[in-house]
């Protein structure tokens, strides 16, 4: 299968880059900018020398389709919405990184991400692609909705519990994410003697991710609480973790938690549990697809601590867009993403 890039000078379009260069069912066929066409992506990225030395075409959906089956949109929040009609009656599948066709409830896209909805025709064609948890729909779909970096680690966490503990009572998300997250461009916030030695909160009560993550945990459990959801800058490149402290309002045990975790994800290729009474970090999943979890359960508060931790361009980005197309076009889920973490 064909694949074309837009937004293939981000590090999510060169982390697929990477990715589809070890694939063996997906060959890239094109790269596209808005802004550097006619140069090599590896004068971009030099660690892509002699190997992918594509040149940076202009973005022209009809010329793609004619050589692609697939594109997987890269680009900053508000712009798929407006490039996907363009490919409306083309022959080609979409994956789109980026928030805009996440959120259902348009109203609730504006609040969050101050920015115009795409439409509603675009927003109802495309399935949320978190690959785990909504395989048949994905299998079906021509336009995928890639999930958030924040929303894949929390919601993997959160899955076991909310689709089969009924009574929740409380749920409280603290979530630390390296630099890359926000992408390549320049901003005084990723600034090296801003970030370095430092540890910061941001968009306090307003985090963009926090309508994505009650719209799936609702889906599963219409019950469920609204979350406080907050996430901190950390000095690092790569890695999301997200501890989440959960209230039920019953007693329950360490060995019901954990029986509902091993049953969710032991036939899940890209989630592994910690042993009981260890717990994951970041470096755990560096440059892999995995997700890890740790769980803990204290009888005194009644609370259940769950610890989720992926890498933010792979399974928070280009790796679950990757495992999407995978089950889309019916390969392997794991071809091109089986590798282990890089450690240290
Ligand atoms: N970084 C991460 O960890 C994650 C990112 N995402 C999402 O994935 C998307 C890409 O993120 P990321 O790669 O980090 O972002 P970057 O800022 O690194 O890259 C985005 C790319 O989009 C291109 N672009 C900018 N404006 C336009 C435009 N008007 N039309 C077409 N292309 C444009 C730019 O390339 P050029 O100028 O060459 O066109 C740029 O290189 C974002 O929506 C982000 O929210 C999701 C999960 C995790
Ligand atoms: C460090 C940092 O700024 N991270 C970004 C991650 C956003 C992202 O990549 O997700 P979307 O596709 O939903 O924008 C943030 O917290 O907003």
């Excluded at 202009?58 to 004619?66: S, T």
């Excluded at 630390?176 to 009560?205: C, D, M, P, Q, W």
Aim: glycine share 6%; aromatic share 10%.
């Amino acid at each position: 299968m064909k694949v074309s890039i837009v937004g293939a000078t981000g590090y999510g379009g060169a982390e697929l880059i990477r990715i589809i260069n070890n694939h063996s069912h997906l060959t890239l066929a094109s790269v596209h900018s808005s802004s550097k066409t006619g140069q090599a992506i590896s004068n971009e990225y030099p660690h892509f020398m002699h190997e992918v030395d594509d040149i940076l075409l202009e973005i022209n959906p009809e010329q793609m389709a004619k050589t692609s089956d697939l594109v997987f949109l890269a680009t900053p929040n508000g712009i798929s919405k407006g490039l996907t009609p363009f490919f409306k009656d083309l022959n080609i599948k979409i994956i789109d990184l980026s928030g805009d066709l996440r959120i259902k409830d348009r109203d609730e896209y504006q609040k969050w991400y101050k920015k115009e909805a795409a439409d509603e025709e675009v927003i109802g064609r495309a399935v949320y692609g978190l690959s785990e948890w909504n395989k048949e729909n994905i299998l079906q779909a021509d336009m995928i909705a890639n999930p958030g970096c924040f929303p894949t680690a929390t919601l993997l966490g959160l899955a076991p519990l909310i689709q089969n503990f009924s009574a929740i009572e409380d749920i409280i998300i603290d979530a630390k994410t390296g630099v890359s997250g926000a992408g390549r461009s320049l901003s005084a916030a990723s600034h090296f003697s801003e970030v370095n030695e430092n540890l910061k909160i941001y968009k306090v009560l307003e985090h963009q991710h926090t309508p994505e993550i009650e719209q799936q945990i609702k889906a599963w459990n219409q019950h469920t609480p609204n979350i406080s959801f907050s996430a901190h800058l950390v000095p690092m490149t790569r890695g999301i973790m997200a501890t989440m402290y959960v209230k039920v309002d019953r007693g329950t045990s360490f060995q019901e938690i954990w029986d509902l975790f091993k049953s969710a994800y032991e036939d899940k290729p890209f989630v592994r549990l910690h042993p009981p009474g260890s717990f994951p970090s970041t470096k755990h999943v560096y440059g892999s697809n995995y997700c890890d979890i740790g769980v803990a359960y204290d009888d005194r508060t009644n609370r259940i601590t769950i610890v989720s931790v992926i890498d933010n361009l792979m399974k928070g980005a280009a790796g679950q867009a990757v495992q999407n197309a995978n089950l889309m076009f019916g390969f392997n889920e794991t071809d091109g993403l089986q590798y282990l973490p890089l450690f240290p």
